[in-house]
Structure formats: structure tokens, C-alpha cells
């Protein structure tokens, strides 16, 4: 396939996409798993407890390690019907201590990628979460240079790509969206007429997944992220 002409602006995720990120809250979780230790429920019905938990608080409270933290706490809550102790709110503060102490780790070639695509296109950045944590990554990354501009919002959702198409004067349609996130990343860019790149990460979060068309030839599937470079 050749090179995609008609395009002038590629926007990228950061979280799963550019680095690895939600494989360390799944690490968190199976630690917290094993340390509920709960009498009667297994692991799985005490995730799914959990999921409902996070799918809440990410509606009230937005993402990242805090509203990780508290869903984890309130998750101990509902289990055991009582408030936490103090040593419990510490362990489990504890046990999330890697998320803090979590270096940036890009995906393999993402640095070179970028530097060949940047040379072609205008490159966005484009990713939501909590502000400080998320520009800790985006300063962490040194990645920033390949970039005309970084943004960290609330929510992406089609009226955050409009408002994106908006903010820089470009044509929706000769953009593209690269992401991991069929919620986030892929449905809402061509629900405002963006096209889409799919590179699936085995550690998405499980609240991010949703049904991509197949049949869709607006969305280009990938398996790695260098390989951009033969589409674009």
C-alpha cells in the first residue's frame, strides 16, 4: 500500500500506545487480588466488582493513579461492608507504590517512527487523564520535540475531536487518529470523520474496549507501531 497523500495531520495517544502504562495498574490489581484474600468471592467476581468501581468514579472523578487508588479503597469498602482502617488505606498505598515510581517505557521504535513521520505530517499529541500525571509522562518521554502541540484533556470523545480540528484549522478528513483505544482513541475520531489507526495493546484497559467494524475501511489495523512507516 502506498503512502496516504491526502493526509496532512496524524494525532497520536500517549497511555498504551507511545508507552506502556495500564500493564502496571494490572499489576496493582493482581497484588490487590491476592491480598483482599476474600472468604467467599474468587478473583474473577472480585475484578468485576472492581470494574464497576472504576467505571463510576472515572465518570465523576476523571482517570489516573488517585481515582486508581480510591476505586481500590472503596472496592475494599463494598467487600468487606465497613469503612477502610487507616493500616488497610497504607497497604494499599503501598501496594500501588509502583505506579509512582513508574518509568516511562516506550514501545519498541516509537522514538524513530516519530522522527521519520514528523518530517511528513504535522504530529499531535492527544491523551486525558489526570494533568499532572499525564504531563509528568509527556515531560519524561522526550518525545515532545516530534510534536506541533500536546494535549491533555478530560475526555476523548467526538466533541473533543471537533474541538481538536478546531483548535489547529485542519480538515477532519485528512487526519488521522493512532491509538489503542477503540473508546477512546478509534470510535469518536470517526464519529467527527477522522480515519483511524488501530495498533491493539494486550493491556488495554478493559473499560477502553468497545467493537470496531471490520468492514470499516476508514480504520487501518496495525500490529506494531513502526509499522507507520509503510502506510504513511
Known amino acids: 500500500m502506498g503512502k496516504r497523500t491526502d493526509t496532512s495531520v496524524l494525532i497520536f495517544d500517549a497511555d498504551d500506545t507511545l ?4 500493564v502496571v495498574f494490572e499489576r496493582v490489581i493482581d497484588d490487590f ?9 474468587d478473583r ?20 489516573g493513579s488517585k481515582v486508581f487508588l480510591r476505586s481500590l479503597g472503596e472496592c475494599l ?52 487523564g489526570d494533568r499532572e500525571e499525564q504531563q509528568r509522562k509527556l515531560d ?19 466533541d473533543t475531536y471537533r474541538w481538536l480540528a478546531g483548535e489547529h484549522g485542519f480538515d477532519p478528513a485528512a487526519a ?6 477503540p473508546k477512546s482513541d478509534i470510535l469518536p475520531a470517526r464519529a467527527v ?9 494486550d493491556n488495554t484497559w478493559i473499560l477502553e474496549h468497545d467493537d470496531v467494524d471490520p468492514d470499516d475501511e476508514g480504520v487501518l489495523r496495525l500490529t506494531e507501531f513502526t509499522d507507520l512507516l509503510r502506510h504513511f
Not at 514501545?107 to 504530529?123: C, I, K
Request: glycine share 6%.
Open 176 to 181: 488521522w487518529m493512532i491509538g489503542n483505544s
Open 33 to 41: 487480588l491476592e491480598w483482599l484474600d476474600h472468604p467467599t468471592l
Open 140 to 158: 519524561a518521554c522526550g518525545l515532545l520535540p516530534h510534536f506541533r502541540a500536546a494535549h491533555i484533556v478530560p475526555e476523548k470523545d467526538a
Open 193 to 201: 470523520g477522522m480515519r483511524a489507526v488501530f495498533i491493539p495493546n
Open 19 to 22: 508507552w506502556e502504562n495500564n
Open 77 to 128: 469498602e463494598r467487600l468487606r461492608e465497613r469503612p477502610a482502617t487507616e493500616r488497610e488505606r497504607r497497604e494499599i498505598d503501598e501496594l500501588a507504590t509502583a505506579l509512582v515510581a513508574h518509568q516511562v517505557e516506550l514501545m519498541p521504535g516509537v522514538a524513530q517512527t516519530l522522527a521519520a513521520l514528523a518530517g511528513r505530517y504535522d504530529l499531535l499529541l492527544l491523551t486525558k
Open 44 to 63: 474473577a467476581q472480585i475484578r468485576a466488582v472492581l470494574d464497576d468501581i472504576e467505571r463510576a468514579n472515572a465518570v465523576a472523578h476523571g482517570y
